[in-house]
């Protein structure tokens, strides 16, 4: 990526002149207790005792570790000297006390962890300055107390691990701007009373970690979890006593268990409006004072599936409010006004689905041993309270048979299956997440999925799938989130998703796909997320995308784009977040994104010879937050006046030519106090000064009211740009393939489900 000029090339020609004022000159600097690797850019202290920060760490240093030392207090300001960091580890290092600011100037670190130390307050100030982190973790501590907006400035962060702290209580808005939060995690707290508004905001969250804490929330009667990201609500999800109102609506629920509110029993009114389902069992005994459930905006399919649950609704005089989306000939009638018998399943195949179903439901077959209880097939492993099956690694050469049918995690990867034929899940229809990742599969066949009408999530990356037809997604109705990365697409798998109307994300990652061709999502009606990165895409049809009409997520990065593909996205109007980074895209014309004018909220355009973007900027609305611009040929910057919503900006690595016409640049940057990296490379004087320090602007017609930049003599040049460390660049992409790893992973552990008398809230 870079190399660190040895000392001797630079003091060659530079002898006597700029000598002094080139750190990098000197041997880098190492402090004594301490292991330094020039090549990583690491600095090592781990368990040295060391009592403050060692001030000597060299300014380039990228990861420093200093694990189990006796810091006791982060003083404002800890890291001035080491502006490049992005990993900073800081456990057992008996710190009592964050001051205000302690990490300010560390706008590059992505990961940070506090845990097993004795901090008990989290100062509004705290953490300062950390507009690039992504995981914060202050685990095993004596957290007691979160101050309002302590957490405002992390708007990048992922995931915020608070477990085994001593929180009672999380007051309203506690977690106010963290924008991009995927994973809460609060587990091992002493919870017990969580203000109603505690969680407000956090529109990106799907996991919120509550397990072993002491919430029976004795006051609450109404909970109102509405417009959170959540596909699943597991059992027994909700429980508590109190509880009379419950609204979980316009969340993208796709599935409940029909215990997920049974430790609730004062409930009377629950809203499961705005979301994704499909069909409903009737609920457990357990909800004896339930007396409306409101279902309106689902797509309820009024066949034989929903039949019990009207039949329950009837005998316990729930009111259903909501209509049927289909079949036909019920479509748009009131749930109250179908009668049971109306509840039928049309076709013969259908039909004859359900009764096998239902024979199996009744009669379980008895041919298994009697000494083992839990079906299990040989070489697997089968965790009877979770319901997770798993064969991971075990050289299989077929989908082994036999798993419980209540198995609802079945996890394969890691064999040899080569391919995937017909039917290969039998019996169980109530797993949500089949992982298949490297199976060596080459070719899925029609209908190899049959029958698992619970499925949600489907893993088939690492394989070697290059194409699919989409009789091989048949029966599965509920199928959301698909993985398909890293397979051997040369050409894009189009009408394969015909099948599942419930598609909410598809990942096509790191295949060969060279073109997007018209009618491509043929019937993926409701994608909302596609992703494309790393493909070598350099067409797309004008029609490509035209059946996605809700897609808010599109990542194009690192393919061949040559320009903007704006007629394809003509018809997009709700895309937020669109990625073309590393593409080889000279030229932005001034309508390139007006399409997305209003919905647009992140775009990437960094890494891509952009030389120059041509008003384009005043048609990207105000909505704009966040706008990548870096490592391009950019020589002047359009004006971002318009663009009154942003809040984070990459201007860095453009040769930016430091003359008036650059001017609305630095007017702008004066007035929104936001960090750009902007950097002159011309005139050769200015060469590494930032936009913000020159004079130049100054003498410019217009610029007069510019503030003088005191004290910054020419000569006290920084660091030459050749020895200043680039990060490797942590796309988002990369996070989320990291987010779900982890999700899975606590999805499969069984510890979650340990303490029965342990509140939850969701299990995605
Ligand atoms: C650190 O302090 C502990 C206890 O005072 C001592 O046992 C240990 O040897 C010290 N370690 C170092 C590296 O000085
Ligand atoms: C991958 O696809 C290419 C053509 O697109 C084909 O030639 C090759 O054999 C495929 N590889 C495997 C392992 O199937
Ligand atoms: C795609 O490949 C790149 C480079 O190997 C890797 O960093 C990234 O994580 C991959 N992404 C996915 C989703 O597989």
């Not at 034929?421 to 070719?443: A, D, T, Y």
């Not at 647009?600 to 041509?614: A, F, N």
Request: charged share 20%; hydrophobic share 35%; glycine share 6%.
């Amino acid at each position: 990526m870079y190399s660190r000029l040895s000392p001797d090339t630079l003091l060659l020609p530079l002898i006597g002149l700029t000598f002094l004022f080139l750190p990098a000159a000197h041997p880098a600097k190492c402090p004594k207790q301490c292991v330094c690797d020039q090549i990583q850019l690491t600095v090592t202290c781990v368990n040295k005792n060391l009592t403050e920060v060692p001030p000597t760490v060299d300014e380039i240093t990228v990861k420093l570790d200093l694990r189990g030392n006796d810091i006791q207090e982060l003083p404002t300001g800890a890291f001035r000297q080491t502006p490049y960091l992005t990993h900073l580890s800081l456990q057992r290092c008996n710190i009592r006390r964050v001051k205000e600011g302690a990490f300010r100037g560390l706008g590059r670190l992505v990961f940070l962890n506090l845990a097993s130390n004795n901090i008990d307050i989290l100062y509004q100030e705290s953490f300062d300055g950390l507009s690039s982190l992504k995981q914060l973790m202050i685990d095993r501590n004596r957290v007691e107390e979160i101050q309002p907006g302590a957490f405002s400035q992390l708007g990048f962060l992922n995931l915020l691990s608070l477990t085994h702290n001593q929180l009672v209580y999380i007051p309203n808005m506690a977690f106010q701007g963290l924008q991009n939060i995927k994973w809460l995690r609060l587990s091992h707290n002493s919870l017990n009373y969580l203000d109603i508004e505690a969680f407000a905001g956090l529109f990106t969250l799907n996991r919120l970690s509550l397990d072993h804490n002491e919430l029976q929330l004795p006051g609450v009667t109404r909970l109102d979890m509405g417009y959170n990201p959540m596909t699943y609500l597991g059992e027994e999800s909700v429980s508590m006593a109190k509880l009379s109102h419950l609204f979980l609506d316009h969340m993208s629920l796709q599935d409940l268990a029909n215990t997920a509110v049974s430790k609730s029993p004062g409930l009377t009114h629950l809203d499961l409006s705005h979301n994704q389902l499909r069909v409903i069992q009737p609920f457990s005994d357990g909800t004896p004072n339930l007396a409306r459930l409101h279902l309106a905006g689902n797509p309820i399919y009024c066949n034989c599936y929903m039949r019990p649950l009207r039949e329950w609704a009837i005998r316990s005089k729930v009111k259903l409010v909501g209509t049927c989306a289909g079949p036909s000939h019920l479509s748009g009638e009131m749930l109250e006004a179908v009668h049971p018998p109306e509840l039928r399943c049309q076709t013969q195949e259908a039909m004859l689905k359900a009764e096998f179903e239902e024979a199996n439901r009744r009669a379980p077959p008895p041919t298994e041993e009697p000494e083992s209880k839990v079906k299990c097939p040989a070489n697997c492993v089968c965790e009877i309270e979770a319901h997770h099956s798993s064969c991971e690694n075990r050289g299989h050469t077929k989908v082994p048979r036999g798993f419980s049918p209540d198995t609802r995690l079945l996890d394969l990867r890691g064999n040899n299956f080569h391919y995937i034929p017909s039917n290969s899940f039998p019996g169980v229809s109530q797993v949500v997440s089949l992982h298949l990742q490297r199976c060596k599969i080459v070719e899925v066949e029609n209908g190899a999925f049959n029958g698992m009408k619970g499925l949600i999530y489907l893993y088939l990356s690492e394989n070697l799938i290059s194409s699919l037809s989409p009789e091989a997604f048949k029966g599965l109705p509920q199928l959301t989130y698909l993985h398909l990365e890293k397979n051997n697409f040369s050409v894009f798998p189009k009408g394969a998703f015909k099948l599942l109307p419930g598609l909410l994300a598809l990942h096509l990652e790191n295949n060969s796909i060279a073109k997007l061709e018209a009618n491509a999502l043929n019937g993926a009606e409701s994608l909302r997320a596609l992703y494309l990165t790393g493909n070598a895409v350099d067409h797309v049809s004008p029609k490509a995308l035209e059946q996605a009409a809700d897609l808010d997520t599109l990542h194009l990065a690192g393919n061949k784009l040559k320009e903007v593909p704006t007629e394809a996205l003509s018809k997009l109007g709700n895309v937020k977040d669109l990625r073309l980074s590393g593409n080889v895209i000279r030229w932005v014309g001034p309508n390139a994104f007006q399409p997305l004018g209003n919905s647009l909220r992140e775009l990437y355009l960094d890494h891509m010879g952009l030389e120059k973007v041509s008003g384009a900027c005043s048609r990207l609305g105000p909505g704009l937050r966040s706008l990548f611009l870096e490592g391009n040929q950019l020589e002047e910057v359009p004006d971002l006046h318009p663009l009154t919503s942003l809040e984070v900006i990459n201007l860095a690595d453009n040769p930016l030519m430091c003359d008036c016409p650059l001017l609305p640049l630095r007017l702008w940057i004066e007035k929104v106090n936001l960090k750009v990296r902007a950097t002159c490379a011309n005139p050769p004087e200015l060469k590494g000064r930032r936009v913000k320090d020159v004079h130049v602007f100054k003498a410019c017609p217009g610029g007069e009211a510019l503030p003088s930049v005191p004290g910054i003599a020419p000569k006290r040049a920084k660091t030459p740009k050749a020895t200043k460390p680039k990060p490797a660049h942590l796309g988002g992409s990369v996070m989320q393939g990291k987010m779900l790893k982890s999700n899975f992973k606590l999805r499969k552990s069984p510890k979650t489900k340990a303490a029965k008398k342990t509140k939850r809230l969701s299990k995605v």
